[in-house]
């Protein structure tokens, strides 16, 4: 038995986490930063920084404790290398290694997109990750960062087939709440605010998905883009004299979120079916949202297996920088005290966890 402690500081939530032998999660905690972000509509990413500071020591201690364990019992070391902002990751990466080094254990340097799409096999999914009849496997990663179709084979080999051309998803939801006057972050606000509205009052645009009649070019076939869905809102927003009404806020929220979710999923959808997918995984922050995961769940073909990641696995979490570690322990691949952190996705081959 293996136990490898993960820590996450990419963004706004200070994470740690033990994770036995890969999938089976044994303490998961997370302190959030949004009200601290909160006043500023945004993360800051040198207050992001500091608050990582300070809740680290806390956060791994509890970690440690709810596993019901401790430094010495521990096998490795995981934490998030990048993508994301440089000033909170060096935050993680650096008492990552101190933690290491004073403990004499491995480091694993883990990708953060990567983390996303194995984190939606943890607590249960070690044998459908494992099994030849899960691929070819078509993952949806969405987030604040990220909106992007990976197309993952049964040996790991892996392809970024397309990724938004603007805006992430999560980044067009948080900013869509900004215009509605709804508190950060976005997405949440939206998907509850959109509960008493009607998603088929206003017409929102689906970019690159062909719903206008215009073909789409081949090189944007499994692109996304979610730029002239927010500027549609923004006109939506100047053009009418009641927006401080209630029922205009949650009608506006239901339409513009069904048309993010709707351009998700058809997309999503189109690629699976091009690629002969025989799952779809869907990850990341916006995973959470309640109503990508009904119209996914209701669209997904009968013959497509459909795992979208347990929600408090969606959002950012050490969970899944444990759990994708393992595979990098198992075949002894660490990582060197002098690791850097990295602010991008770099383009890559395979994924680490098959
Ligand atoms: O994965 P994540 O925690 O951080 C990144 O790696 O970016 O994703 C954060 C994003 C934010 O844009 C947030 O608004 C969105 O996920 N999000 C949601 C929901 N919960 C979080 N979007 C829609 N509905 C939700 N319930
Ligand atoms: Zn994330």
Known sequence: MSLILGIESSCDETAAAVVEDGFTVRSSVIASQIATHAPHGGVVPELAAREHLKALTPVVTAALEQAG??????????????????????????????LAAANNLPLIGVNHFMAHICGAFLD??????????????????????HTSL????????ASQLGCTIDDAAGEALDKGAKLLGLPYPGGPSIQKAAVSGDPEKYDFPRPLTGAAGKALSRENLYNFSFSG?????????????????????ADTAACYQRAVVDCLVRKTLRAARDTGARTIVVAGGVACNAELRRLMAEKCPRNVALRIAKPVFCTDNAAMVGGIAWHSFRRKEFSPLNADSFARLPRFVRVPFI
């Not at 010495?72 to 000033?87: F, N, R, S």
């Not at 990976?150 to 080999?157: A, H, P, W």
């Open 124 to 145: 249960g999914g070690a044998e459908q990750l494992r099994s030849p009849e899960t691929y070819p496997l078509l993952a949806l990663v969405v987030s604040g960062g």
């Open 69 to 98: 364990t401790s430094l010495k019992e521990l096998d490795a070391v995981a934490v998030t290398q990048g993508p994301g902002l440089i000033p909170a990751l060096l935050v993680g990466l650096n008492f990552a290694k101190g």
């Open 150 to 157: 990976v197309l993952i084979r049964s040996d790991g080999e």
């Open 229 to 249: 869905i927010k500027t549609a809102l923004l006109y939506h927003m100047k053009g009418s004299a009641g927006s401080d009404d209630p029922q205009f806020i």
